[in-house]
C-alpha cells in the first residue's frame, strides 16, 4: 500500500520560512518523480514544484521560482519543499505527489500525471 504522508506545515508570518517534508512507503521512491501542488480556499489546486527521480532536475512555478528549494532523499525516501520568503498569497494545503517514472529524468507539471497523492498539510502566512 502505497502512502505519502506530508508533514512540516504550520503558521508563520510574512517572510518566514518553513520546510515541508513528504515521506513515502509502499513504492520504490526512486523509480518516482516528485511533486508538490497547492491549493487554496476557493481556488483550484496548482503545480509549485517538481522533482526528477535522481534529483538532478527540478522545476518550479513562476510564482514560487527563487523562494522554493524542492529536494529529495532517496536514501530516506523523502522529497522536501523549503519555502523562503513565504507570503500570505502562499497559504494553503499543500500535497506531495509521486509519478512513476522509471529512469526517465523528466516531471511533469500536471496533475494528471501523478497516481499517488498524500493527505495534504496546511501552510498559514500571516500579514
Known amino acids: 500500500q502505497v502512502q505519502l504522508v506530508e508533514s512540516g506545515g504550520g503558521l508563520v508570518q510574512d517572510g518566514g520560512s518553513l520546510r515541508l517534508s513528504c515521506a513515502a512507503s509502499?513504492?520504490?521512491?526512486?523509480?518516482?518523480?516528485m511533486g508538490w501542488f497547492r491549493q487554496a480556499p476557493g481556488k483550484e489546486r496548482e503545480f509549485v514544484a517538481a522533482i526528477t527521480w535522481s534529483g538532478v532536475g527540478s522545476y518550479y512555478a513562476d510564482v514560487v521560482k527563487g523562494r522554493f528549494t524542492i529536494s529529495r532523499d532517496n536514501a530516506k525516501n523523502t522529497v522536501y519543499l523549503q519555502m523562503n520568503s513565504l507570503k500570505p498569497e502562499d497559504s494553503a494545503v499543500y500535497y506531495c505527489?509521486?509519478?512513476?517514472?522509471?529512469?526517465?529524468?523528466?516531471?511533469?507539471?500536471?496533475?494528471?500525471?501523478?497516481?499517488?497523492w498524500g493527505q495534504g498539510t496546511q501552510v498559514t502566512i500571516s500579514s
Open positions: 505527489a509521486a509519478d512513476f517514472r522509471g529512469a526517465s529524468d523528466y516531471v511533469s507539471r500536471l496533475q494528471t500525471a501523478y497516481e499517488y
Open positions: 509502499g513504492l520504490t521512491f526512486s523509480s518516482y518523480a
